[in-house]
C-alpha cells in the first residue's frame, strides 16, 4: 500500500506559537487532504488540495501541495487551546476525472497546546 | 441531517464471539468506507463499497466481512473475534464527484479480551 510520512509526531506548544507539520509520500497523489480529530470523534476535514504547488488557507490554518505531488504541509499560525488533536494528512488517487474515493492516511501529529 | 451515524459506540467481545458493526448515512452517498484506526497508526481502510450490492477490500480486510444491501447502510461483520482486532472502527461516506469529502462517523471502540 502507499506510504506516507507524517512529522513531527507530537508536538507541545504555548498558545499563540505557530505550528507546521508534513506529510511525504513515495508515491505521486492527485489530492491532499488535511484532517484533525477531537477525542472521541471521528476525523473532520480541515483542507483540500487538488492542484501541484497549490497553497489554500482556511482561517488561521494553510496547507500547501508539494510541486512534486509526493508532499504536503500544515502551518496553524497564532495556535489556541482548541487547536488541541490528532492531525491526519490523507493523500488520494483520481482515474479518469473519479477518485475511488480511496484515502491513505499519515500516521497523525499529536498537538499540545498550553495556555 | 444526521450526517454518519455508528452503532454500537462501545462493545467488548471475548476472543471467538461475532459480532455487526452498523454504518448509516443519510446525505444519500454512494461510496462507504470502513477504517480501523489503531495507536500511532493513523486510519487503514479494511472495506469499501462504491454502491449498493458491492463491496471491496482495503488494505486490511483479513478476519472481516462487509455488506452493503441498502444505499444508506454499510455493515462490517467479524465472524470471530481475535484480540488483534481490538481497535477504533470508523465509517466515512462521500459522494460520487465533486470535492470527494469524506464525512466520517463517530467511531466504535472494541475491545476483545
Known amino acids: 500500500g502507499q506510504q506516507l510520512n507524517q512529522s513531527p509526531q507530537s508536538m507541545f506548544i504555548q498558545e499563540g506559537e505557530d505550528v507546521s507539520m508534513n506529510c511525504t509520500s513515495s508515491?505521486?497523489?492527485?489530492?491532499w487532504l488535511w484532517y484533525k480529530q477531537d477525542p472521541g470523534e471521528g476525523p473532520v476535514l480541515l483542507i483540500a488540495?487538488?492542484?501541484?504547488?497549490e497553497l489554500t488557507s482556511n482561517g488561521r490554518l494553510t496547507a500547501q501541495f508539494g510541486i512534486t505531488r509526493k508532499d504536503s504541509f500544515l502551518n496553524i499560525s497564532a495556535s489556541i487551546p482548541s487547536d488541541v488533536g490528532i492531525y491526519f494528512c490523507?493523500?488520494?488517487?483520481?482515474?479518469?476525472?473519479?477518485?475511488?474515493?480511496?484515502?491513505?492516511f499519515g500516521r497523525g501529529t499529536q498537538l499540545t497546546v498550553w495556555p | 441531517n444526521a450526517g454518519v451515524t455508528q452503532t454500537p459506540k462501545f462493545r467488548v467481545l471475548k476472543t471467538g464471539q461475532s459480532m455487526t458493526l452498523l454504518c448509516a448515512q443519510d446525505m444519500n452517498h454512494e461510496y462507504m468506507y470502513w477504517y480501523r484506526q489503531d495507536p500511532g497508526m493513523g486510519l487503514r481502510l479494511i472495506h469499501y463499497s462504491v454502491g449498493e450490492g458491492t463491496t471491496a477490500k482495503g488494505e486490511v480486510p483479513d478476519g472481516y466481512n462487509v455488506s452493503r444491501l441498502k444505499k444508506q447502510n454499510f455493515l462490517l461483520g467479524l465472524e470471530s473475534a481475535a484480540p488483534s482486532q481490538t481497535s477504533v472502527y470508523f465509517c466515512?461516506?462521500?459522494?460520487?464527484?465533486?470535492?470527494?469529502?469524506?464525512?466520517f462517523g463517530p467511531g466504535t471502540r472494541l475491545t476483545v479480551l
Open positions: 490523507a493523500g488520494q488517487l483520481r482515474w479518469r476525472g473519479s477518485t475511488l474515493g480511496r484515502l491513505y
Open positions: 508515491s505521486i497523489f492527485n489530492t
Open positions: 466515512a461516506s462521500t459522494e460520487v464527484g465533486g470535492t470527494d469529502t469524506q464525512y
Open positions: 488540495l487538488y492542484k501541484a504547488g
